[in-house]
């Protein structure tokens, strides 16, 4: 079945950067975009942006432009979230899920990104 | 960007049915049929539940289901059992491939 599995938990002090990696299964890669989507503490759902293993095409939500950054590897079907600058309300858990025409649907276990001084 | 809309919580005895609301602020995301729902219990990650307005995948009960009137999206989940207690989230398609979530609602099933 379709699994995707997350890196561990991470902290960071503030001004560092951040990747997460998200390791796929059970379907095949290039067929499914990946979406990030990230919960702050007691918070709702916040959409980072995806992303086409396909072709690379990324589009990322607005307010993270420029501090994010998707990748995929191909060879490893594994996804990679950077986020650089990290500010304390950076703090979240951190999800990736497949995506395709109509959304996001298969979702990781979530990444717990802390930061703190 | 258009925000999406949902009541902070609803509540509902055993067998009773419950709606939530999704509204979308934005009258150009209304022409969207790209709306999904996730299902959440607290500490886990978010679960498909509905896509495509009103689609359910394999292994998702029927007592779920979804409908759209304008720009107003639901969510109904019939014969409300103790486990469907949980928070719900709707997300629409944005727009130059951009996604939105709702706030979120929680259910409480009393």
């Known amino acids: 079945q379709v699994q995707l599995v997350q890196s561990g938990t991470e902290v960071k002090k503030p001004g560092a950067s951040v990747k997460v990696s998200c390791k796929t299964s059970?379907?095949?890669?290039?067929?499914?975009?990946i979406s990030w989507v990230r919960q702050a503490p007691g918070q709702g759902l916040e959409w980072m942006g995806w992303?086409?293993?396909?072709?690379?095409?990324?589009h990322s939500a607005q307010r993270l432009q420029g501090r994010v950054t998707m990748t995929t590897d191909t060879s490893t079907d594994t996804a990679y979230m950077e986020l650089r600058s990290l500010r304390p309300d950076d703090t979240a858990v951190y999800f990736c899920?497949?995506?395709?025409?109509?959304?996001?649907?298969?979702w990781g276990q979530g990444t717990t990104v802390t930061v703190s001084s | 960007q258009s925000a999406l809309t949902q009541p902070a919580s609803v509540s509902g005895s055993p067998g009773q049915s419950i709606s939530i609301s999704c509204t979308e602020t934005?009258?150009?995301?209304?022409?969207?049929?790209?709306v999904a729902w996730y299902q959440q219990h607290p500490g886990k990650a978010p679960k498909l539940m509905i896509y495509?307005?009103?689609e359910r995948p394999s292994g998702v009960s029927n007592r779920f289901s979804g409908s759209k009137s304008g720009n107003t999206a639901s969510l109904t989940i019939s014969g409300l059992q103790a486990e469907d207690e949980a928070d719900y989230y709707c997300?629409?398609?944005?727009?130059?491939?951009?996604?939105?979530f709702g706030g979120g609602t929680r259910l409480t099933v009393l």
């Open positions: 992303i086409n293993p396909y072709n690379g095409n990324r």
């Open positions: 495509g307005v009103t």
């Open positions: 899920a497949t995506h395709n025409y109509y959304g996001i649907n298969v």
């Open positions: 934005s009258s150009d995301v209304g022409s969207y049929d790209l």
């Open positions: 997300c629409s398609y944005s727009g130059i491939s951009t996604w939105v």
């Open positions: 059970g379907y095949s890669f290039s067929n499914y975009g």
